[in-house]
């Protein structure tokens, strides 16, 4: 399976969504566990994807200097960068705007946001902030969270119909699992660990 197998996956979820061209249809989210060279990766992505970037237990200096090198990649390749719970560093480094951890969601965003989500109470606070979508997860077994409960296909849809704002399909997705979210409702497909593998 190849990046463009998942790419494939991810475009034609994102056509059959109401969000359909507003939203960018694939996103990767930075781990340096899981995914140590984040700039090689991002320098795959398809015109248009996102790029999240997490590790927030990175010193300041080394975040910094990580964020400014994606937001080049970003430019150069027609990606969105946003940086996870840190406003004042994706001002700094000119990205599109801000990802927020389900526990550090204010009651209100500004500008493009997203947010995290593990549950419909989290999808529902995320659309009462205004944020454009969610990352709903973990939607199959992933290597972030061993042994931790999944949602399952059929629960993601579920949640996806009742959360009255685009949701994305985070956890365990990949080149081989992403065609079972043909339709589940999701607006795209975010990925961790299937990029280090493509």
Partial sequence: MTLGTLTTAARRLNARHPARGLLP???????????PDPVAAAGRLPRGSLIILRDGDLAAAER??????????????????????????ARRVGAA????P????????RGFATAA???????????RAGVAA??????????SHPGAPCLGVVRFAGLARQ????????GGIDARTAQRLYGS????IGAIGAFGSL
């Fill in 25 to 35: 249809p694939l996103a990767l989210l930075t781990d340096r566990t899981r995914l």
């Fill in 64 to 89: 910094l200097v990580l964020a400014r090198t994606l937001a080049a990649v970003a430019r150069r390749r027609g990606l969105r960068l946003l940086v996870s719970g840190d406003l004042g560093l």
């Fill in 97 to 100: 705007g801000v990802h927020w």
């Fill in 102 to 109: 389900e526990r550090q969601l204010p009651a209100r965003v």
């Fill in 117 to 127: 989500a593990h549950s419909l109470a989290a999808l529902h606070r995320a659309r």
């Fill in 134 to 143: 969610a990352f709903l997860s973990p939607v199959l077994p992933t290597l």
């Fill in 163 to 170: 959360a009255g704002l685009p949701v994305y399909a985070l």
């Fill in 185 to 188: 409702g999701a607006a795209g």
